[in-house]
């Protein structure tokens, strides 16, 4: 079936974005085979949302590829392709209890999934720290997410911050946009890489002082000037255009 014929022309750009966050992933090595997930929200009155079709590598995901569904997982428009129910428990919880939260990423990376197991978290020790830092929330390891019980309680620990650490499980960020909810990745993860990298030295690290953090929030606004993730995000997908722009069919 040709997809791009049967949706509107803001479904199909809701598509061509996040399967760009898919290959993106891919492109700096975040992926975990076709382990985790990232879901958009189709534009429009109904609840339905995008996400990967379970089996496909990210690097090889498409625009069309893309599988329609409901909170419930449910398929809503013709597809030859599954989904993971244990992933979208996770991104129909986000969803379902924040409208503005239209793209959700879930990863696995080394780093992410290493910083959750320290009791203490994400340590205020880099720049890169720092952003997340303002509004990041911790969620306790609860096993395989299949309860759908769990969902309650993610919401509650998750409240109104765009960043989580899911304890002995990996990285999740949500924002009204692909390109705000990559970038929100993007920094979370180099914070994790920097301070797993520090902690190898094994001396004694240096904090940022606690009255440089409470002044971030203005600092963040200037240096991304107002446009949150969209000041990267055309340059990500001229990257990608460049490797394979197979993404966008």
Avoid at 51 to 75: C, Q, R, W
Avoid at 171 to 186: E, R
Avoid at 221 to 248: E, F, Y
Wanted: glycine fraction near 8%; hydrophobic fraction near 45%; include cysteine.
């Amino acid at each position: 079936m040709d997809v791009k014929s049967h949706v509107t022309a803001e479904e199909w750009a809701a598509r061509t974005d996040l399967a760009a966050a898919y290959r993106a992933v891919a492109l700096f090595g975040w992926d975990d085979l076709v382990f985790t997930h990232i879901s958009a929200r189709v534009p429009g009155p109904g609840h339905h949302f995008l996400i990967n079709p379970y089996g496909m590598f990210f690097e090889e995901i498409t625009a069309s590829s893309l599988v329609k569904i409901d909170l419930h997982g449910n398929k809503v428009m013709e597809s030859p392709y599954e989904i993971n129910p244990a992933g979208f428990t996770i991104h129909s919880a986000v969803h379902e209890a924040r409208d503005d939260a239209h793209c959700v990423i879930h990863l696995h990376t080394i780093e992410g999934v290493a910083v959750s197991c320290q009791k203490q978290g994400l340590l205020p020790i880099s720049q890169q720290a720092l952003y997340p830092l303002m509004s990041l929330a911790y969620h306790d390891y609860e096993g395989v997410a299949l309860n759908p019980e769990e969902k309650a309680r993610l919401v509650r620990d998750l409240g109104d911050k765009h960043s989580m650490i899911l304890r002995n499980h990996g990285l999740l960020t949500c924002a009204a946009s692909v390109a705000d909810a990559f970038l929100f990745m993007y920094i979370l993860q180099k914070a994790c890489e920097v301070q797993i990298r520090a902690q190898s030295g094994g001396v004694e690290l240096t904090p940022v002082p606690a009255q440089i953090l409470g002044g971030m929030s203005q600092a963040a606004k200037t240096v991304m000037r107002n446009a949150g993730g969209m000041l990267a995000w055309p340059g990500i997908l001229r990257k990608l255009d460049r490797k394979d722009p197979s993404w966008r069919t």
